[in-house]
């Protein structure tokens, strides 16, 4: 019977079992009915699951009316009942929520046994959202205690506490459930810090647990109470003026900023040890993790509070602990909202070093959410000094210490050693030797004398490298917004800094003059008188006379440009996109690599859900914002029509690209042409981009593998109309030619480069790169080895399918010398 188990179960040896006993014998008739109830249960359903109101209906009633009848007495032993038989075995789910949260909410005179039992119970429920429930009604009566019946209860409400901080309990569920409980401890014992509070054998926390045990004090128990009632990325006011008051009070400051150190650069904890997987995780793996998701609200309460006492190294170990936690193969998993608080944090931070600190974390931290909480964090500290966000990124670029030339040098054992930024695209290490010899490789007197201090240059070159490849991306960025700069301020942060303005001075600007005329000038031409604005030139803006010109000069000079500027390709609106009006399918219907597309998007800083088979998996759209993000592109693509892969698909088929406006906080969709002409042609390049990389048509081994899948398309794309980069690969190509010893053996004819060797004459695509031989148009597969070789022909900008023609170039003019004997039985089966 019901009644002989659950007396059964309430005799524990206890100071609690006459309460539990009476309360089963003051409600017997509750105990029946219950019985009553599962009995009905069990043979309409034939096995136990949750119970269904819609089950019992008439055992329900009678129950439903009997409680709404009982005095306080029965009624609080009603409770204790339902408590007592809500899934007290290991085969009843029965669960009695609703009845014992009506009972609590009315019955009065709660006593401090009573109230023990119900917290005891509720810690035994073994999953946490039992638990979690339970708790939460169970505090109601608590709360309805006085202050003597608190302290009785204090035994168990710290227990409570424990079992809430050590079980997996949804996150605001939480916070609350601990809020409500440490502030109920705290009206016992304001000096007491619970038990869990503190997380133990956790590296971070060590500095609170030895100052718990060194000096315990109510200014610390009111600190730490405070950091953990923060459960949001961004603190109220409210909450910092306490917590400054709090830091003051429990002196602190250096507690907190020794917390935030251990956070930054402490070990972590491993799932083998700790943590919610411990135990279960099969396999031999494992990970590690920073901080339990029971401990972050703790944690994040630390980093705002370090942040907002000034700790003279706060800003270095927020910038640290949100690369850490937010970046990229840092030995942790991801905490997003941990790296969160670094990144808001280091937004109030009053400090210069923190605008640097956030510059770099901009430059290394990928994840979407956090490039979100970035550009916030951007804003408000610009909002600050009275400037935009891109006026303080622009402003905020590390000099890493170098000189204007961008180089710096040190003297290490009697060694110089040299880091310096070459041709605005590699940073170098070099090291000269007491008697004047040079090398790039670091002298044996350095590794075993000064392994520091070569660590440390080492480290220096890395940092300089990461800021180089930031500021080339983002001032190739600038090409789609068409700002100007007031004159003073491009000099300041522009031309004369030691990172950026080696890139600045490969690139062709335009200064403005007093009379509002614009004149671009030549890389590292200084302008005429003084100039009021300059603006960087963007060939969309220039005659087709005045491009010709610049491109000639380029490859006059050898001057290599530090992204793609004077051969930068333009994407005017056509009559058909002027046609369809809200939408483009200029680069609709293409086969492309799916995965080499989706890295090539993140690479390019597009944003993009991942294809596969799940809910939402078959509709994939990339976005990229331009013109200082008040526009933004949306890339629109799709699994191959037959493509039956496994999880993720093997190839995507392009779709429409659409733009869209700023609005404030949302984004509306605008017709092709209000879209300014910078932005439309900077995404359309990135989208022609996308298509002319990871197109099957570019893949020289698809022809090889014995698919008839798209093979159709791969015909008609891969020696197809050229796009718009590959006219710019074939106008380059055309000054480049004459200048190389195969110059009388090669000719552009129209879509091809053709190449007359000795065995055969040769058609190279200069889209795809893809060869056809003469007479028949056989198809001749070249794979490129995977080793990057060094270039032999100087190339005004960047392009492996352009060194790729011209290595096939010079490979197929010399035919007779080819050893390679797939090339050479291509060749001659049909010569």
Known sequence: MLYDALMAESRRGDPLDDVRSAALDRVRWLVDLLESQRTEFRRAMGHERRRSRAEGAATQAVIDGRLAACTDEEGRA?????????????????????????????????????????????????????????????????????????????????????????????????????????????????????????????????????????????????????????????PAQRWRRTCLDLVAAAAARDLMA??????????????????????????????????????????????????????????????????????????????????????????ETADTAALEALWRLQSRISHRALRKQLDTALVTAAGKQGITAAQL???????????????????VGGHRV????????????????????????????LKDGFPAELRELKALAKEVRGTLSGERSRVEALMSTGRAWPYDDWCRHYRDHPVTGTLVRGLIWEFEDAHGEWRAMAPTTEPPGRPERVRLWHPIRASTDEIRAWREQLVATCLRQPFKQAFREIYLLTPAEQK???????????????????????????????????????????????????????????PAADDHGGYAPEHAATDQVRFERRDGRRWREVPLAEVPPLVFSEAMRDVDLFVGVTSIAADPDWTDRGEERCAAYWRAATFGELTAGAEIRREALA???????????CAIQGRFLVVRGDLRTYKIHLGSSNILMEPDDSYLCIVPSRGKEEGRVFLPFEDERLSLILSKAFLLAADTKITDESILLQIKRGA
Request: with cysteine; net charge neutral.
């Open 78 to 234: 009603a409770v204790l009942c339902l408590m007592l038989a809500a899934r007290f075995d290991d085969t009843s789910l029965w669960q009695y929520d609703t009845e014992i949260e009506s009972l609590i909410s009315r019955v009065r005179g709660w006593t401090p046994d009573e109230v023990a039992v119900m917290l005891l119970r509720a810690t035994e429920y073994d999953m946490g959202s039992w638990f979690a429930g339970s708790l939460r009604l169970v505090l109601n009566a608590v709360e309805q205690l006085d202050a003597d019946g608190r302290r009785a209860v204090m035994p168990w409400l710290r227990h409570a506490h424990r079992e809430l901080m050590d079980t997996t309990v949804e996150a605001r569920g939480r916070a609350s459930l601990g809020r409500r409980l440490r502030a109920l401890l705290a009206s016992a014992d304001q000096a007491h810090i619970p038990e869990g509070l503190i997380p133990a054998d956790t590296p971070w926390a060590a500095p609170l647990s030895d100052r718990a045990k060194i000096s315990p004090a109510r200014e610390l128990a009111d600190l730490l109470r405070h950091l953990a009632s923060l459960s949001g990325p961004r």
């Open 258 to 347: 020794d917390v935030l150190r251990a956070l930054a650069e402490g070990d972590p904890l491993c799932s083998r040890t700790s943590g919610a997987h411990t135990g279960w995780l099969g396999g031999g793996y494992h990970y590690h993790y920073l901080v339990h998701q029971n401990d972050g609200d703790l944690a994040r309460g630390v980093v705002w509070a370090a942040a907002l006492t000034g700790a003279p190294a706060a800003v270095r170990h927020l910038g640290a602990l949100a690369l850490r936690t937010g970046g990229v193969g840092t030995g942790v998993i991801d905490d997003l909202k941990l790296a969160g608080a670094a990144i808001n944090a280091l937004a």
């Open 393 to 411: 990124i622009e402003r905020s670029v590390p000099d890493h210490g170098l000189g204007p030339d961008g180089s710096l040098e040190r003297q």
């Open 418 to 445: 040299r880091v310096a930024i070459e041709e605005a695209a590699t940073v170098r290490l070099t090291y000269t030797r007491p008697d004047g010899k040079t090398s790039r490789t670091a002298p044996a007197a």
């Open 580 to 638: 369809t009006g809200g939408y483009s399918n200029r680069f609709a219907a293409h086969i492309v690599h799916y995965r080499q597309l989706y890295a090539l998007f993140k690479e390019r800083g597009w944003q993009a859900n991942f294809l596969g088979r799940y809910d939402g998996g078959y509709d994939g759209r990339a976005r990229a914002e331009f013109g200082d993000g008040e526009w933004r592109a949306c890339f629109h693509h799709e």
């Open 735 to 745: 000054r480049i030619l004459p200048r190389l010893k195969i110059a009388d053996r």
